[in-house]
């Protein structure tokens, strides 16, 4: 912390990004864990390809929430555009995946530009209404188009061509996994990289101080926009990696549970740290299917007591508490 | 003396217990709705379970029974797809039981045809939804199979015009779908369809509707709960019952377990299902007195206890054929040859589609004794399940 600051002070603005950007080793171990899980828990893949990609749906939101400082209730509606849209595209002969990911987030994406163009004019209650608004609104959208979506029965005939022509889709879930990991991780460091910049800065003066902001020339609404279509975009990037991992599309991907779980994963991980995003997925879901299956029937007592006891005495969720005992302990330890 | 018998059934127990040892256990997945708003399907299937092993031991050809619970909560296909998958490979169970939403029955399909493992549905209504899962079966029934009767038995009483209400989503435009077909074919004439939004929560526009137009009668699916409840309540205040307009519905909305709890709104509706507690065989008697001890006094077996109960009575059944030694593809044999008496009647499995053959039963919503029954007053003889919408 000492020396962070002495950087701060003394250095170049430039120095003072490249530090905050400096690449650290636990990193390295979060992502070489993540990847030890393919030996380590062979039977749990399925498991993981799914935290992986509500992990890469929270980095979506902790764009806003955790940087920017907007809440969204609705978040899930770019998800489900990048759902149907992937899901879609498999179904009706573009079977190749990549592409097809790429597709999603950019239909996600364009949707979530238009969303945001009355949506930067909003804050608080009516932000959390609008974006709820928008979720609802494209459940039911997809309810009603039968016969493009399938409605409440789900879109069926999703086929999905091998990754890069090679991996194909096994029952243990190792393509689906390593693919969803492979397409998280590029994701996380464009996040990274963005949060870093000078844009991301912003961003962070937008959520301090939305109205002090314009005064070193910072155009909000603009900033807000460009956020909201980015957020947007990784959202359906997410969606369609759950689309294609599954083969098949359900209405839940757009519903209001979706969007809740999101926002509960990310509380929980940490907002505004990036990590905490994959940690809150992981955490949550994996103590999801650990409680519901010893115990089928009273398991969301324990869920609820635990985002309780989380909420209430970790502040900044799994992560923040982490860095608070890592640098307690980091300090006492090289202080001296 | 005393103490050589005890040795000896000490020397039975072990034998017994080594000879159990030298079997692996059977291991049945069963996947259902343990809560959220449908937490009621994993109660009556529990109860049915339990109260299986209870008159048929925990022991099928030499394999003790073993079941694992998976709690889907509601419709949620990637969920439902990857607990199947993880049955399958990790927990690596023998066979499959249960679902109970069709959107998780399609995601299930694929793994359950790549894995080849049979999994015998219990609730799952839309139609052709198996067709291509040839390790599936259904065992609760389709909506197409309830609905079209409905529609044949009311020209024949007497019903010749009717308004077709639905909630506007997949089980509501199917119900109706299969209803008006089934009543126009006979020469039923349908005065009206409307559709009406899934989240609504006043029916007064449409009770107005029904009253404008006076037909004989009106057919309706809704979800069951809040909603049918609601448009029960609100068609008895408008004084429709009174009128002589017939209310006609599928079974779903007069669930045994929500009968009660719907009040004398719903005395004098007509539906149509596949099981009734008040169903009158000496077999369904026992039974509903049994499921009683095992579930409580107030518990009353539904469609979704029947159709488990249904389903594991055939695991035994296949098992049992196959001495233990469990084959995919003969399993799924043996499943197309299913044909028992069941609680709710006779019941074959379709050997052509693997979706269940039965009798469907005209109900009326009577009170006796402080509690409302669906009264069966006509029955449509095994009924096979028609070709999607």
Known sequence: ?336 | MKFKLAMIAAAAVLAGAAAHAAEPPLKVGIITSYTGPSAVNGKAVDIALDLWVKQNGDTVAGRKVEFIKRDTGGPAPDLVKRQVQELIVRDKVDLIVGIDYTPNALAAGPVSTQAKMPILIVNAATAGIIANAPYMSRFGFTTGQIAAPLGQWAVKNGIKSTIVMYADYGPGIDAGTFFKRAYAEAGGKVADEVKMPLQNPDFSAYIQRIKDAKPDGVFVFLPSGAQSNAFLKAYKDAGLFDAGIKLLATGDLTDEPSLDAIGDAAVGMITSYDYSDAHDSPMNKEWVKAYKEVGGADARPDFQAVAAWDAIHAVYDVVKAQNGKLDPDKTMELIKQVKFESPRGPIMIDPATRDIVQNVYIRRVEKRDGHLYNVEIDTIPMVTSPAGR
């Not at chain 1, 004019?121 to 609104?137: D, K, Y």
């Not at chain 1, 879109?155 to 243990?172: C, E, K, N």
């Not at chain 1, 007592?301 to 909420?311: D, K, M, N, Q, T």
């Not at chain 1, 860095?323 to 006492?332: H, K, L, Y």
């Open chain 1, 1 to 336: 912390m000492v020396s962070r600051a002495m950087v701060t002070e003394a250095a170049s603005p430039r120095a003072i990004f490249a530090e905050h950007e400096r690449w650290r080793w636990p990193e390295t171990v979060f992502w070489l864990a993540a990847l030890s899980v393919v030996y380590l828990f062979p039977e749990y893949l399925t498991l993981a390809s799914q935290v992986v990609i509500s992990g890469l749906f929270a980095l979506s939101l902790d764009l806003l929430l955790g940087y920017t400082g907007m809440a969204s209730l609705g978040h899930a509606a770019f998800f489900g555009l990048g759902a149907y849209t992937a899901g879609l595209l498999g179904k009706h002969g573009w079977h190749e995946p990549l592409s097809g990911l790429v597709v999603a987030g950019l239909v996600a994406g364009a949707v979530g530009l238009v969303c945001s163009l009355v949506i930067a004019r909003l804050q608080s209650i009516a932000l959390l209404m609008v974006t709820l608004g928008i979720g609802v609104m494209l459940h039911e959208g997809a309810n009603q188009a039968q016969s493009l979506t399938g409605g409440d029965d789900g879109l069926q005939g999703v086929d999905i061509a091998p990754v890069l022509g090679l991996f194909d889709w096994d029952i243990f879930g190792r393509t689906a996994f390593l693919y969803a990991l492979a397409i998280a991780f590029l994701c996380f460091l464009a996040a990274r990289r963005l949060v870093h910049s000078p844009f991301g800065l912003s961003l962070r003066g937008i959520k301090e101080n939305t109205k002090r902001v314009p005064s070193l020339g910072i155009k909000v609404r603009s900033r807000v926009i460009a956020i909201f279509t980015i957020s947007a975009a990784l959202a359906g990037v997410a969606g369609g990696l759950l689309a294609q991992t599954t083969q098949f599309v359900g209405l839940e991907v757009l519903s209001f549970d979706r969007s809740a779980g999101v926002l509960i994963m990310l509380v929980l991980g940490g907002a505004g740290t990036l990590y905490g995003a994959f940690v809150g997925a992981a955490l949550f879901m994996i103590a999801k299917d650990f409680l519901s299956a010893s115990d089928p029937v009273y398991w969301y007592f324990w869920i609820g007591l635990l985002l309780c006891v989380v909420v209430a005495f970790g502040k900044g969720g799994v992560v923040g508490v982490t860095t608070r005992a890592w640098a307690a302990i980091f300090r006492r330890g090289g202080a001296k």
